[in-house]
């Protein structure tokens, strides 16, 4: 069995922690970097078990935890920091080449000349490593509003290693390391200014503009009135606006990446890429998932029924609605197949109950034994996968979340590292090396992919889409008031529309007509997130709110395709093809969530519970879902991106293995 839970990585006196899973949210925080006078280091990183690849990968996740929430320059720079480590490591196995050291990777040519090798390459190995991770950290976040921290962590960890900092010599035509590993980390600052990303103005987006005004959300603020168009993203004006990294942001957030498309990839093919034109700039996708729903096409109904599934879905998010799911393996997971098309979306997601039609497994393929039912309220559950795989406040994004699963899994005593699940037993250095740099590929290709078609379709998310089609009426039955064909359709016990008897018209006769909710009735209803909780109820549409704090509500770029059903299957699958199996080691991976000790939107959860999943697939499948019931996507988003990431898998790990020579 697989647990996780927080850990600390010791570095002499240097303490590095991070919570296991701290970017699936759930409240866990990451505490200030302590740095104190390291002691002399007697031992390498490798012979005390961890090696020096893991600490700066550790470092790397400081640093994202403390920068502002940018899921794809993350990736990004997970993706550099990997690669250039992987060089590094590479240039001392003559059988291996290097990605970008000694290449030419889209135009850019890092050149290289050899030297004579040393006969005790680990310590060598170390140091190219150290100074290649430590250099391109300093350029990648010395404007990051958690730089004095993320600075002292790296240069700490630098120092207990007993390296020099001051060292920045490019010249190792004479077999430095240290020079080397300088000079492959300005291969990747140089190559990071000219990929498409935009680096030298901070990745602002160049051409890209949102069609609709901002949808100002306040207490006071009811409906969307200043929607043009309610196919296309509209930005959100929120006071006090704190991004998912805690960060607080004055200005109405712009959409993050809509250009992404872009930035070079690691294994995407020209072969699998489109370029769309649109208001003077070419947009390119990859895997391009086609147009979705929209409000006025054939498909408006699956539009309305998708956007209307995320309300009622967040009726889900109350723990006495006296409804109870066995939240086991036994019950949830071992999803076979996904609908191939918008229309028999309604077939695999359950609209009025929650959930999809996973069967679960009836033994743990590992123990042999059966997996134990674990019976909970669906609201505790609901709530607790909304904020676990959210991204709140001291999260490493999605893509770093994933790095963070992959350490807990290489972490685990039953994992043999065997590369693929074959051959001789890795090392902890060769494991994390080629381990980083294949997630890192990955994530990179996840984001160019997810990112470039959220630019091109500019699809809105479903705070505008289901305030503005029940500002518009009910699109169920025209002789009934308050019709309109794109309005929101009506389902009994869930979306009504408010009558003269109705408790929400008393003293309020201006809304009868208007459409009602039963949903969770929003963040107006939870003073003190300690002790109150909103649960559901029947609300006013104009005023539904998605379950997250009010001061983030959703992520500023649009939602289709869903960054994190891309980013968690394309992760899943990698971890499946690097570690050879589908399960996490020993059957089952846990994550242990206390009674009122764990959501930080409001209080809860009322009982104590074990997340629980048997394969990588699942845990990716779950948070999939956990999306929904959070607010921020439909399953409009969710399918496509689920199945472009394991197309992304696959060709990533296709490119690594010819790479490592395997």
């Not at 630098?158 to 010599?169: F, I, K, Q």
């Not at 051409?207 to 168009?229: A, H, K």
């Not at 993203?233 to 704190?242: A, H, K, Y």
């Not at 984001?447 to 505008?464: E, F, L, M, N, T």
């Amino acid at each position: 069995m697989m647990c996780l839970k927080k850990t600390i990585n010791q570095l002499g006196a240097i303490i590095l922690t991070s919570s296991i899973l701290a970017g699936c949210g759930g409240g866990s925080s990451s505490p200030p970097v302590v740095v104190t006078q390291p002691p002399p280091v007697s031992l390498t990183p490798e012979r005390e078990g961890q090696s020096v690849a893991r600490m700066w990968n550790e470092v790397l996740l400081l640093a994202i935890r403390n920068d502002f929430a940018r899921p794809t320059i993350h990736a990004r720079n997970l993706f550099h920091i990997s690669s250039a480590m992987f060089d590094a490591w590479s240039v001392y196995k003559p059988q291996t080449q290097g990605f970008l050291f000694g290449n030419e990777v889209a135009g850019f040519a890092c050149s290289s000349s050899d030297f004579d090798l040393p006969s005790d390459i680990l310590p060598h190995q170390e140091q190219a490593i150290s100074f290649a991770a430590y250099r391109i950290i300093q350029h990648r976040f010395i404007f990051s509003p958690g730089s004095v921290q993320i600075m002292a962590a790296a240069d700490a960890l630098m120092l207990s290693l007993g390296y020099n900092l001051d060292n920045e010599s490019l010249d190792y035509a004479q077999g430095s390391a240290v020079a080397l590993g300088n000079y492959i980390a300005d291969c990747y600052i140089e190559f990071g200014l000219q990929d498409g990303a935009n680096e030298p103005k901070f990745y602002a987006n160049t051409s890209y503009q949102p069609v609709n005004p901002p949808l100002v959300l306040s207490s006071s603020d009811v409906g969307n009135p200043t929607i043009l168009n309610l196919d296309r993203w509209q930005p959100l004006s929120i006071e006090g606006f704190i991004d998912q990294a805690g960060n607080r942001i004055d200005e109405a957030p712009t959409f993050l990446s809509p250009e992404w498309g872009q930035v070079v990839p690691f294994a995407l093919s020209d072969n699998d890429k489109t370029v769309f034109a649109r208001d003077g700039f070419d947009y390119q996708v990859y895997h391009d998932p086609g147009m979705p729903p929209l409000i006025d096409s054939a498909l408006s109904e699956q539009y309305k029924w998708g956007f209307s599934l995320v309300s009622i879905w967040s009726s889900h998010l109350d723990q006495n609605d006296g409804v109870m799911w066995d939240i086991s393996p036994k019950s949830i997971g071992n999803i076979s197949e996904f609908p191939q098309s918008f229309e028999e979306f309604n077939e695999f997601y359950k609209q009025l109950e929650g959930g999809d039609p996973s069967t679960g497994y009836g033994i743990n393929p590992i123990t042999n034994q059966p997996y134990e039912e674990q019976i909970v309220p669906r609201g505790d559950y609901t709530r607790v996968l909304a904020e676990f795989w959210a991204d709140g406040p001291e999260s490493e994004t999605p893509p770093g979340h994933w790095f963070v699963i992959l350490n807990s899994v290489s972490d685990h005593a039953l994992l043999e590292k065997r590369w693929a699940g074959v051959g001789d037993i890795l090392g902890p250095l060769e494991w994390d090396i080629k381990s980083y740099f294949a997630m890192g590929g990955t994530m990179h290709d996840s984001a160019v992919a997810a990112w470039g078609i959220k630019g091109r379709y500019d699809y809105i998310r479903p705070v505008s889409a289901i305030r503005a089609m029940a500002d518009l009426g009910q699109s169920s039955d025209p002789l009934l008031s308050s019709y309109h064909i794109n309005g929101i359709p009506l389902v009994e016990n869930y979306i009504e529309l408010v009558t003269e008897t109705d408790p929400l018209a008393n003293d309020n006769p201006q809304h009868i007509g208007k459409i009602k909710l039963y949903a969770w009735k929003g963040p107006g209803y939870v003073i003190d997130p300690l002790v109150d909780q909103a649960g559901a109820g029947w609300i006013l549409a104009e005023q539904w709110w998605p379950y997250q704090r009010p001061s983030f509500v959703t992520p500023p770029f649009a939602g289709y395709v869903s960054g994190h059903s891309t980013y968690s299957r394309a992760a899943a699958d990698l971890l499946e093809s690097i570690t050879g199996s589908a399960y996490f080691p020993g059957g089952m991976s846990e994550f242990e969530v206390v009674a009122n000790d764990f959501l930080v939107f409001e209080q809860g959860p009322s009982v104590s519970m074990t997340l629980q999943w048997a394969t990588y697939q699942d845990a990716s499948d779950q948070c999939s879902l956990s999306r929904i019931w959070g607010g921020i996507h439909p399953p409009i988003d969710d399918i496509p991106g689920r199945i472009i990431g394991a197309k992304i898998a696959t060709d990533s790990f296709e490119l690594v293995q010819s790479i490592f020579g395997q």
